[in-house]
């Protein structure tokens, strides 16, 4: 049997959720062994021996900046981390964080409460995308990675489907706040729809010409939302530069991503 | 042979150097055993099985917030982090960022250039301490806390030592911003000057009565330190709370600290 990359990933996730074995998806990607692969060596700089997963951490916590592409050396690391367990753990902390939050909102209640979500890696995943492409170890390419957005076929990250129906249930709105550009508005509104994402209060996207940094960007559509009298109660990415400047929101929630870098 | 938790601290560290065993540590801290402690579960909230390694990048993410103690679960884990290569690992990865940060900033080189150091677990380590009192899992306890920090033994934090030789070198002051309070100002210099940190343009120190917030304190002495003149080219910390809030000043950067939470 063929598997496309994201039938595959499809099944990695429900396999997943009832606990399978790892080894399919090791010899369908051709990943280096899981055992060891923890300790995957980083040298740069030569300032020191790091770890694939120091270095990630590193990325988490918003210590390492400006990168183009995964370090070569942690190509089988971030495989396995985005394919494996480990991916979806750390989205599942984030998720109860953001859901725990949200519970305990005092909510204005007039239809003014939102929830800012990023699209890219939080409320849709590429996964299948990036396991075609070394999982972020090859350069950017607009037009392949266009190409699939194109395709309106991304699933969504299961934690952040979850979180999102949580927060309707509490009345909250949800507005959604892309990168993606104003040419991509119609297929991004089909894939979020097919992923199990039916309604929202707006879908932001940039406008085609827009030369904005993602912070300046997002920053300023979240003012704008404040200005026409939105209350921002959460906001959620993978990158920093989703959830960095001002107005943030009453809170942040950084969702993993060691695949590529948005500054 | 008895060792005192800091010598067996300080061997450690040192045998770290020299890739030498983790056995001894784990008879001595009675930890559980290394094999499997990465999947130690957090089960909390009702809302889904996390493990102690997830629940320890949603902290350095700024995730999770709050916190009293770490999960009970997780001492076992915590306390191998720390004591492993692992901690080590994920400060060589903020060291070296913060290093090549400094290296290519364009200094005003007329003295007024500073970089703010955190103390505790930043410039220098309570490790010694946290190794006798569960890494975390105890809840925090002045009494024992300040009668060691009274001790003024606490030894450098390698790579946060090795930041701060750079900097000197490069011609950058060093400003130590701390929520220890006035009265232990004589022992933490000593402290600081014994484990290696020889000179300083200022020790900031929390007044004996001062109420404010970790954010609140700190964010306010940097602007002081900005209406004095100085240039904040750097700022270092391991919690959230030393280094957000406005000014934040050039870069801020996050070493790990999974043991207590500030906020």
Same mark, same amino acid.
């Given at each position: 049997?063929?598997?496309? $990359?994201?039938?595959?990933?499809?099944?990695?996730?429900?396999?997943?959720?009832? $606990?399978?074995?790892?080894?399919?998806?090791?010899?369908?990607?051709?990943?280096?062994?899981?055992?060891?692969?923890?300790?995957?060596?980083?040298?740069?700089?030569?300032?020191?021996?790091?770890?694939?997963?120091?270095?990630?951490?590193?990325?988490?916590?918003?210590?390492?900046?400006?990168?183009?592409?995964?370090?070569?050396?942690?190509?089988?690391?971030?495989?396995?981390?985005?394919?494996?367990?480990?991916?979806?753990?750390?989205?599942?902390?984030?998720?109860?964080?953001?859901?725990?939050?949200? $519970?305990?909102?005092?909510?204005?209640?007039?239809?003014?409460?939102?929830?800012?979500?990023?699209?890219?890696?939080?409320?849709?995943?590429?996964?299948?995308?990036?396991?075609?492409?070394?999982?972020?170890?090859?350069?950017?390419?607009?037009?392949?990675?266009?190409?699939?957005?194109?395709?309106?076929?991304?699933?969504?990250?299961?934690?952040?489907?979850?979180?999102?129906?949580?927060?309707?249930?509490?009345?909250?709105?949800?507005?959604?706040?892309?990168?993606?550009?104003?040419?991509?508005?119609?297929?991004?509104?089909?894939?979020?729809?097919?992923?199990?994402?039916?309604?929202?209060?707006?879908?932001?996207?940039?406008?085609?010409?827009?030369?904005?940094?993602?912070?300046?960007?997002?920053?300023?559509?979240?003012?704008?939302?404040?200005?026409?009298?939105?209350?921002?109660?959460?906001?959620?990415?993978?990158?920093?530069?989703?959830?960095?400047?001002?107005?943030?929101?009453?809170?942040?929630?950084?969702?993993?991503?060691?695949?590529?870098?948005?500054?």
């Amino acid at each position: 049997m063929k598997l496309s $990359a994201i039938s595959l990933v499809l099944w990695w996730w429900a396999a997943a959720a009832s $606990a399978s074995a790892p080894e399919a998806v090791a010899v369908v990607h051709q990943l280096r062994p899981a055992v060891g692969w923890g300790a995957q060596l980083v040298r740069e700089k030569g300032e020191g021996v790091i770890t694939c997963g120091s270095w990630r951490v590193g990325v988490e916590a918003n210590n390492v900046r400006g990168w183009r592409t995964i370090p070569a050396a942690c190509e089988g690391y971030v495989g396995h981390y985005m394919l494996g367990d480990r991916y979806r753990q750390d989205s599942i902390v984030v998720a109860i964080e953001a859901a725990a939050h949200a $519970a305990a909102l005092r909510l204005a209640g007039n239809g003014s409460d939102v929830w800012v979500f990023d699209v890219d890696e939080t409320a849709l995943s590429n996964l299948p995308y990036y396991a075609r492409h070394g999982f972020g170890v090859e350069p950017f390419n607009p037009t392949l990675s266009n190409a699939w957005v194109n395709e309106g076929a991304a699933p969504a990250l299961p934690e952040s489907l979850n979180l999102y129906k949580k927060l309707l249930s509490l009345g909250i709105k949800i507005v959604f706040l892309t990168g993606r550009t104003e040419n991509q508005r119609d297929v991004t509104a089909r894939n979020l729809k097919r992923a199990g994402y039916h309604t929202w209060e707006k879908l932001v996207l940039k406008g085609d010409g827009d030369k904005r940094s993602a912070v300046s960007y997002k920053s300023g559509e979240r003012q704008k939302l404040e200005n026409e009298g939105y209350n921002i109660v959460g906001n959620i990415g993978d990158q920093w530069s989703d959830i960095l400047g001002q107005p943030e929101g009453n809170r942040t929630f950084k969702l993993p991503d060691p695949m590529y870098y948005i500054g």
